[in-house]
């Protein structure tokens, strides 16, 4: 079965440091992959996808993600972290075009001044 | 242009107690889903419609109904509500197969 993994569940960043959430899938054929961002009592709103095109992925509010079929990683990034983007993040694939999303666990971003 | 709306945002149950979540959109998608998502378990889908008329089985459907009345709405009934079932629901939509989900603001429900 397919499955996602993000590796911590918490992280902690100072505002302006790096941020990188990671995320490895499992999947025999490269799949569709998303990020999505969940604020407190809020849906999920997309942060970027990956649909085969280009590896490097670039997203709103400054976030990307590089997809590596090598390491079956698509790994978020954000060069300077700000205080709003404390939230939890969550990678999802889609096995095949048309099927349901699978998510990850998530990861809860804190950014501290 | 609302996206996708559910209905109610609370309620709580008693053990026993049944009740229909609602959700609508209004973007003519095709496709829509209902997650629960609990602590530490990220989201996980009950059911999902591929188009009107058709419902499917998702990961954890035991406890759960489905209808697709029309395009635009998704109900999710829970017909006898347990304490399990306490969770926050969230209904999605996607246009066709190569898009993401667009999600609702979701429904916290208590059971007790």
């Known amino acids: 079965a397919q499955s996602v993994t993000q590796l911590g569940s918490h992280v902690s960043v100072s505002e302006g440091a790096l941020v990188l959430l990671r995320c490895n899938y499992s999947s025999s054929v490269p799949p569709y992959l998303f990020w999505y961002v969940q604020y407190p009592n809020q849906g999920l709103q997309l942060l970027l996808k990956?649909?085969?095109?280009?590896?490097l992925v670039k997203g709103i509010n400054g976030f990307e993600a590089e997809f590596k079929k090598s390491e079956t990683s698509f790994h978020l990034t954000k060069p300077s972290a700000h205080m709003s983007d404390a939230a939890e993040y969550f990678c999802a694939v889609m096995p095949l075009a048309g099927t349901a999303l699978i998510f990850g666990k998530g990861t809860t971003l804190s950014v501290s001044s | 242009n609302a996206g996708v709306t559910q209905t109610p945002k609370f309620q709580v149950l008693k053990t026993g107690q049944s009740m229909t979540l609602q959700c609508a959109q209004d973007m003519n998608h095709n496709s829509m889903y209902w997650y629960r998502q609990d602590p530490g378990m990220g989201l996980r889908l009950i059911y999902y419609s591929a188009s009107e008329g058709t419902t499917d089985k998702g990961e954890v459907p035991n406890g759960y109904n489905v209808s697709r009345l029309n395009k635009r709405e998704f109900s999710l009934r829970l017909e006898s509500a347990a304490p399990s079932q306490t969770s926050v629901y969230f209904c999605?939509?996607?246009?066709?197969?190569?898009?993401?989900?667009?999600f609702g603001p979701g429904t916290r429900l208590t059971v007790l």
């Open positions: 999605a939509s996607r246009l066709d197969s190569y898009n993401e989900q667009f």
């Open positions: 990956y649909t085969s095109a280009a590896t």
